[in-house]
């Protein structure tokens, strides 16, 4: 018997699952998303298919209000002025943040599924995630850890390939003290290094790139771009189809969720499945009161620091070529954990450096603001909530300090504008220098629909299944329970093909969603 499932979402996650789901001959597919389809390879928009060139035009247009970005009571105890409202960059495209992003490809490492397995996702484990990253990448480092035959297009920038002040970067990493590793995507991989990128040459790899073409060939596959998904249809207590914004109606046997950490609690809203009071007070009819949808969320807070340069300074942008993964007590050693991303750039006449904090405490939430579609969600990062969290950026900001003040950086760095000697003389000016200068994240939001068991702190299970809602699945970086140490987009893959892989053997059993307990049997 053919079954209908409609994926909704063509992004990093959604690419995978729907590709996935189209190898089984007896299910129907069909593969939804709100932004335009990717034209061939050679027509594709140079800021689609290119590194280094800033994409415009393919995005949702999210932002987060001031007084929701940064925890109101680090403004009132530093005497600060929250900061602008910050973009909250969403990809809306076939690929979505995949197709717009840097490509960093940086795996989850062992630490992080450990943190997921405290917080009740024992089945997700450092052993049970490695086959499925191999299965994933066509990468040639070496090593039995990585994959020669996947779908994603890995690589890393040969030495002769850095700009100069990247490869003294990594020089001056050193001289302080901090590993320089060859392969950053290694096990419990820290300290300074090359970072492995999702890409061909100078092409994004992105999910689309790498999934899709082998399921377009097939006929039980089908892209519909330039579609919105308004809320699941919901009949007795489960999933029967998709409504989208014109008032279209799909039905399907099973629907799956991949609209991203912003998109899939907002759906999930709009179809009566979220918070009482919130769903009450925009006369949306409650299905299921799930207090957890649209909770839980966090992101990497990001710094970017200033410094003039010298003539002999490379002109290029470095798209992230190196990046030092560092922990807070210095050298990030794996006991330690890595809690500091600090990223070179080049923009213009100033070298930008990204310090970003990638084991936030902190957690913000997202909510719709009526029941149309076309109205953005409020997006609360709430950034240093968390009484833990901006002293430890700070601490990155006074490590990367460290590292351009280098000896081996000496010939490139011209001086420091941001933060500056007035702005960072001290520890709390540096404080109130990085509240009013943060530039907002990483990009990396999740957690706002968390997996778990049932309960009033969860939305879904283990393989992505909704708690009491029969067909209905939520396969996106909004289940992660929390935030990698890493940027998230091989994490969100990851997740994708575990999750899809579960959800097919449960369909050739028996009609339906799977229990997440037989998780346990992959």
Not at 188 to 194: E, H, K, L, P, Q
Request: one cysteine or more; hydrophobic letters at 40%.
């Amino acid at each position: 018997m053919t079954r209908r499932i409609v994926v909704c979402g063509a992004g990093s996650a959604g690419c995978v699952v729907a590709a996935r789901l189209s190898e089984d001959v007896d299910t129907e597919v069909v593969l939804l998303e709100a932004g335009p389809e990717l034209p061939p390879a050679g027509a594709t928009p140079t800021v689609i298919r290119e590194l280094g060139v800033r994409v415009d035009g393919y995005d949702w247009g999210y932002t987060a209000e001031p007084d929701a970005v940064v925890a109101p009571w680090v403004t009132s105890a530093l005497g600060v002025t929250p900061p602008d409202p910050h973009p909250v960059r969403r990809g809306k495209v076939v690929g979505g943040s995949g197709s717009v992003n840097a490509s960093n490809a940086l795996r989850p490492q062992p630490r992080d599924f450990h943190r997921w397995g405290e917080l009740g996702a024992t089945d997700w484990t450092w052993e049970t995630a490695l086959p499925y990253l191999v299965a994933m990448e066509r990468d040639d480092a070496p090593g039995d850890f990585h994959g020669r035959s996947g779908p994603l297009r890995m690589s890393r920038y040969r030495d002769e390939e850095l700009l100069n002040y990247n490869a003294a970067f990594l020089r001056s990493c050193a001289d302080l003290g901090h590993p320089v590793s060859t392969d950053l995507n290694a096990p419990d991989a820290s300290g300074a290094g090359v970072v492995p990128k999702n890409r061909d040459g100078d092409t994004r790899w992105s999910s689309a790139m790498g999934y899709l073409p082998q399921a377009r060939l097939r006929p039980n596959f089908r892209l519909r771009p330039d579609a919105t998904v308004d809320r699941v249809l919901l009949d007795g207590g489960r999933a029967a189809g998709v409504v989208l914004d014109s008032g279209e109606q799909i039905d399907a046997d099973v629907v799956v969720l991949a609209t991203g950490a912003l998109g899939s609690p907002a759906v999930l809203q709009r179809s009566g499945i979220g918070p009482r009071q919130l769903l009450e007070s925009l006369g949306i009819p409650v299905v299921l009161n799930a207090p957890a949808v649209g909770r839980n969320l966090s992101d990497h807070p990001m710094y970017y620091m200033g410094y003039s340069v010298t003539p002999q300074a490379s002109t290029i942008l470095s798209v992230g070529q190196v990046v030092l993964v560092s922990g807070l007590s210095g050298t990030g050693s794996p006991a330690a954990g890595a809690d500091i991303n600090i990223v070179p750039l080049k923009l213009g006449e100033m070298l930008t450096v990204a310090v970003g904090l990638t084991t936030p405490h902190s957690r913000g939430h997202v909510a719709i603001r009526s029941a149309d579609p076309a109205a953005p969600p409020r997006v609360a990062l709430n950034f240093f909530d968390s009484p833990q969290d901006l002293p430890r950026l700070v601490e990155g900001v006074t490590i990367a300090r460290r590292v351009l003040a280098g000896a081996a950086m000496a010939p490139f760095i011209a001086g420091e504008v941001l933060p500056g000697p007035a702005d960072g003389g001290d520890e709390v000016a540096l404080a109130r220098s990085v509240v009013r200068g943060l530039a907002g994240s990483y990009y990396h939001p999740v957690g706002t629909c968390r997996m778990g068991p049932a309960g009033p702190w969860s939305v879904v299970d283990r393989a992505g299944a909704v708690h009491e809602i029969d067909g209905l699945h939520v396969i996106d970086a909004s289940i992660m329970p929390a935030i990698p140490s890493q940027p998230t987009n091989m994490m969100t893959m990851l997740l994708a093909e575990r999750c899809v892989d579960v959800l097919r053997r449960g369909l050739r059993v028996h009609e339906g969603a799977l229990s997440g307990d037989a998780l346990s049997q992959s």
